[in-house]
């Protein structure tokens, strides 16, 4: 095996135990509302979570694979850079959410 051999996921390593490799959706700095609210990026707000898109995943992960999309607080992440590309590295634990997949168009909504 070369030290440019790539793993069946696409990545130049291989992931283990619990460990959760994501690439972080969007920027920090400014952002907008659902209203469309410029809020920038000095505004301080309560401890905010972070979405990322998962693309791998350590061998003992139970509840996430690559593709998914996580919830996490970004004050617990380790960064990490892999062919100029920015990752954060997590432990599944420090995932707080996966998101559900899409309803049906036609579907009338989820119940409890």
Do not use: C
């Amino acid at each position: 095996m070369t030290a440019e051999a790539k793993t069946d996921n696409g990545l130049p390593i291989r992931l283990l135990h619990d460990r959760v490799l994501v690439q972080l959706e969007g920027v920090d700095g400014e952002r907008r509302s659902a209203a469309g609210i410029v809020i920038p990026a000095t505004a301080t707000v309560g401890r905010r979570l972070s979405w990322a898109t998962v693309a791998g995943v350590g061998p003992h992960v139970r509840s996430i694979v690559a593709g998914d999309r996580v919830l996490f607080d970004p004050e617990e992440r380790s960064e990490v850079e892999l062919h100029g590309s920015q990752y954060v590295l997590l432990r599944e634990r420090d995932v707080h959410a996966v998101a559900a997949r899409r309803v049906e168009p036609d579907a009338t909504g989820l119940y409890l």
